[in-house]
Nanobody, 122 residues
C-alpha cells in the first residue's frame, strides 16, 4: 500500500521555525520527485517546494524563497521541509506528494499524504 505520511506541524509564533517530514512506505522514494504543497481556506492550493529524485534539483515558490529548505534522505525514505522565519500567511495544511518537475516548476502527481497543520500566530 502506497503511503505518504507527514509530521512536524504545529503552532508557532511569527519568526519561528519548524521541520516537516514526509515518510514514504509501500514504494521506493528515490524513484520520485517529491513536492510540498499547502492548502488554506483563503488561498486554495499552492505549490511550495519540490526536490528531484536525486536531490540535485529543487524548486521554491517565490513566497518562500530564502526561508524554506527542502532535502531528502533516500536511505530513510524521507523528505524534509525546513521552514524558517514563519509568517502568519504561511498558515496552512502542508502535504507532500509525488511530483513532476520541469525547468518551469513542479506539479503534483499521483500520490499524496493527508497533511500536517502549520499555524503561525502570536
Amino acid at each position: 500500500q502506497v503511503q505518504l505520511v507527514e509530521s512536524g506541524g504545529g503552532l508557532v509564533q511569527p519568526g519561528g521555525a519548524l521541520r516537516l517530514s514526509c515518510v514514504a512506505s509501500g514504494f521506493t522514494l528515490d524513484s520520485y520527485a517529491i513536492g510540498w504543497f499547502r492548502q488554506s481556506p483563503g488561498k486554495g492550493r499552492e505549490r511550495v517546494s519540490c526536490i528531484s529524485s536525486s536531490g540535485g534539483s529543487t524548486y521554491f515558490a517565490d513566497s518562500v524563497k530564502g526561508r524554506f529548505t527542502i532535502s531528502r534522505d533516500n536511505a530513510k525514505n524521507t523528505v524534509y521541509l525546513q521552514i524558517n522565519n514563519l509568517k502568519p500567511e504561511d498558515t496552512a495544511v502542508y502535504y507532500c506528494a509525488t511530483a513532476l518537475m520541469t525547468g518551469l516548476g513542479c506539479w503534483q502527481d499521483d500520490y499524496r499524504g493527508q497533511g500536517t497543520q502549520v499555524t503561525v500566530s502570536s
